[in-house]
């Protein structure tokens, strides 16, 4: 069932992309990323009312609730780098520095929980995720003139959070109900998400949002909270090092769509990036 889970996460996960992506052109990054945070807070909560776990909020452990809270930052931190640098870059050059996160994940995973059943499959599977990423990432990219790469830094920024993100996440979702841990990482998320709004002053382009664009950024945040409560779910249930690398094959379902609804082609050479990341997660789950 963690597999599963995993496997609908990375479905979602690549539907937020596109939709996230569809609701920026005119919004604000960090404005779009707090409302779409309200939309995964509300749905998360009623997730938890409806398999009953709100009673629980009492049991948690404080080392738990420590490790969610941290696990939230983290994962406000990526959301805001993330969508920064899809506002200002090609999808199919942002979302695969993004899922780089993997390769830092699993190997945080092996040292922190001992994840080593399998060991030189992992590392080679991560070595051949490695290069499918560097390969996805073109040339001309990383050349290009100093305006035009600032996307990368927040790219990698936000694959560096969404890795402390998973293994936070291990840790504090240890002995919660998934749906609850998944709620109780929203609400920090928002509180942190609006802070930069005000920090910023950015509250006041709210009265001037695009109505259709603010349709993606709802749908947008209700595809993140879907995927949010299968990964959770596969992350408390299932091995981390591979849940991580299978919600990371979201990029097959990003560059699929960001093709039909943005016609970004990939190259030949992106496409074989696209391959080896594809290959080193599949060598990855089946010897788990």
Do not use: H
């Not at 539907?15 to 992506?21: E, G, N």
């Not at 016609?263 to 080896?276: D, M, N, P, R, V």
Request: glycine content about 6%; proline content about 1%; overall charge positive.
């Amino acid at each position: 069932m963690w597999i599963i889970a995993a496997v609908m996460s990375a479905f979602f996960a690549g539907l937020t992309a596109i939709l996230a992506k569809c609701g920026i052109k005119k919004t604000d990054s960090d404005l779009a990323t707090a409302l779409r945070t309200v939309v995964v807070l509300i749905f998360s909560w009623i997730m938890v009312l409806v398999v009953g776990s709100q009673s629980t909020v009492p049991q948690i452990e404080t080392r738990s609730l420590i490790f969610l809270i941290l696990s939230g930052l983290a994962t406000g931190a990526s959301w805001l780098c993330y969508f920064k640098a899809l506002s200002m870059g090609d999808i199919n050059k942002v979302v695969p520095i993004d899922k780089s996160s993997t390769v830092l994940a699993v190997l945080l995973a092996i040292l922190c929980f001992g994840e080593t059943a399998n060991l030189w499959v992992k590392l080679l599977s991560t070595v051949i995720l490695a290069v499918g990423i560097l390969v996805m990432i073109e040339k001309k990219d990383v050349q290009s003139k100093a305006e035009g790469r600032s996307w990368i830094i927040y790219a990698v920024l936000s694959a560096v959070f969404a890795a402390l993100t998973s293994i936070l996440a291990k840790v504090g979702i240890s002995g919660v109900e998934s749906n609850l841990g998944t709620a109780i990482r929203t609400g920090v998320v928002l509180v942190m998400a609006w802070l930069i709004v005000f920090v910023k002053g950015k509250q006041k382009q709210l009265k001037y949002i695009d109505k259709k664009e603010l349709i993606f950024i709802s749908l947008s945040g209700l595809a993140t909270g879907a995927s949010w409560l299968c990964y959770y779910y596969a992350i408390q249930e299932g091995i981390v090092s591979v849940v991580v690398p299978i919600d990371k094959l979201s990029v097959l379902v990003t560059v699929a769509f960001s093709y039909v609804m943005f016609k970004e082609k990939l190259t030949k050479k992106s496409a074989l990036g696209l391959a080896l990341m594809v290959a080193g997660t599949l060598l990855m789950t089946i010897f788990r």
